[in-house]
């Protein structure tokens, strides 16, 4: 399985970015695919997670309402839409797939990662 995340850069409090994660090799029917983060210091979390077997999400409680995950199965690509993004989601952002379950949020779940998108969000 290969993840190639894309879409990162440097935008302002309130702005948007979409991030875009190209998948070959992965079952898109069958398992579940998102999008972590994670800053210096601290464990990576979920951001948004989807099942591709039902369509079931999760996000995170901090970025509920204002992220949409999606994914397009004919060109094989997952997307996060980030809208009024703020200081606190300054990160690396992570594609991840997961070949074990359905759905999850624990990194420990997901054995398919990409190389990570820098997203800077600053006035």
């Known amino acids: 399985v290969q993840l190639v995340e894309s879409g990162g850069g440097l935008v302002q409090p309130g702005g948007s970015l979409r991030l875009s994660c190209a998948v070959s090799?992965?079952?898109?029917?069958?398992?579940?695919i998102g999008w972590f983060r994670q800053v210096p210091e601290k464990e990576r979390e979920a951001v948004s997670v989807m099942s591709t077997s039902d369509g079931e999400t999760y996000y995170a409680p901090s970025v509920k309402g204002r992220f949409i995950i999606s994914s397009d199965t004919v060109e094989n690509t997952v997307f996060l839409q980030m809208n009024n993004l703020k200081l606190e989601d300054t990160a690396i952002y992570y594609c991840?797939?997961?070949?074990?379950?359905?759905?999850?949020?624990?990194?420990?779940?997901?054995?398919?990662w990409g190389q990570g998108t820098h997203v800077t969000v600053s006035a």
């Open positions: 090799g992965f079952d898109f029917d069958h398992y579940a």
């Open positions: 991840a797939a997961s070949s074990i379950v359905t759905m999850a949020t624990g990194p420990d779940f997901f054995d398919s």
